[in-house]
């Protein structure tokens, strides 16, 4: 069975301008787990996930200093200097996912569950060319099966 089978068509997209408070509403009234981010010609860019959202909520951790004879040694100031820039965002640029998996409508819902189950990634782009399609979530997998499609 194909991706195209089962995926959601029916997707909304929002730009990588768009407000945090605008997208969590979205997510929220259409009751969705994320949103593919599109560029103004229409090309999928990223993704957007509740979880990105909730990051700005978290603890930030320090880095750690390490006194050395010659001086200090950080560890983790990148990492701590991306959580404040994620933490500070007040659009969709600053949080969305841009090293995120597209899918093809003609990808194999078998592999798609697989790496759904193996990279524990719940949401991915369904894309042809650079359009978007649709997407694929655990849920439309989960639908299928309820309806015999698969399996």
Do not use: W
């Amino acid at each position: 069975m194909k991706v195209s089978e089962i995926m959601t068509k029916e997707v909304f997209s929002v730009t990588p301008q768009a407000n945090i408070r605008d997208l969590a509403k979205l997510l929220v009234d259409k009751n969705v787990s994320g949103a593919p981010v599109v560029d103004s010609s229409g090309k999928c860019i990223g993704i957007v996930l509740e979880e990105s959202l909730i990051f700005q909520d978290k603890k930030v951790h320090l880095p750690t200093f390490i006194a050395f004879f010659t001086g200090y040694l950080t560890l983790g100031e990148k990492k701590f200097e991306a959580e404040m820039k994620r933490i500070a965002a007040t659009s969709v640029e600053g949080i969305m996912e841009k090293d995120c998996l597209f899918i093809s409508p003609e990808d194999s819902v078998e592999d798609v569950a697989t790496m759904i189950i193996e990279r524990n990634i719940h949401y991915y782009p369904v894309v042809k060319g650079n359009k978007l399609v649709g997407v694929v979530t655990k849920k439309d997998i989960v639908r299928a099966i309820a309806q015999g499609k698969v399996y």
